[in-house]
């Protein structure tokens, strides 16, 4: 099987990149994988293939709006993947999901966040509500936490 993972970073610092980094290094035994991200930090020796998705990465926000813009010139190379697993909202056409986050949730339980802060954090829960909303496939949470509030904010059964 053909198996596409996209995340907008790939390291072993931890959180969804690391998260994608084991699974690339797990899946890339029995099948194909290829792992499409802005950076990757990769040995030489991985048995996984890496494709570049090109992003601005001057902010988080920057990230999470022109990421998606990045993915559609790929979108014919993702297309040939039989299994294409994005890690939350990253754009493209994935049929799996890995919900690490809600933004929303997120959003409201800052207590002291400058205004900056919450409008970026605004504008990015509200790309991922669109996600959510026109989504139809499958969404793993990594927490029963993350799928209460993917119900709650989003509508996301």
């Known amino acids: 099987m053909n198996i596409a993972l996209i995340t907008h970073d790939l390291h072993e ?3 969804h990149s690391l998260y994608t980094r084991r699974l690339a290094d797990a899946m890339s035994r029995q099948h194909d994988v290829t792992v499409f991200a802005n950076r990757c930090e990769r040995a030489s020796d991985d048995s996984w293939g890496f494709t570049q998705v090109r992003a601005w990465r001057e902010s988080a926000l920057a990230t999470v709006a022109t990421f998606p813009l990045g993915l559609r010139t790929r979108a ?3 297309d040939k993947f039989t299994i294409r697993h994005a890690q939350g909202f990253c754009g493209g056409n994935p049929n799996v999901v890995t919900g690490h986050i809600c ?6 339980s800052l207590r002291d966040a400058s205004l900056l ?9 509200a790309a991922e509500q ?6 139809a496939s499958r969404v793993i949470a990594v927490s029963q936490k993350v799928a209460d509030e993917l119900r709650e904010f989003y509508g996301f059964r």
């Open 13 to 15: 610092h931890g959180g």
């Open 117 to 125: 802060t919450r409008l970026s954090l605004r504008l990015m829960a």
């Open 76 to 78: 014919r190379e993702l």
């Open 103 to 108: 933004v929303a949730a997120y959003l409201e």
């Open 130 to 135: 669109r996600f959510y909303r026109q989504y």
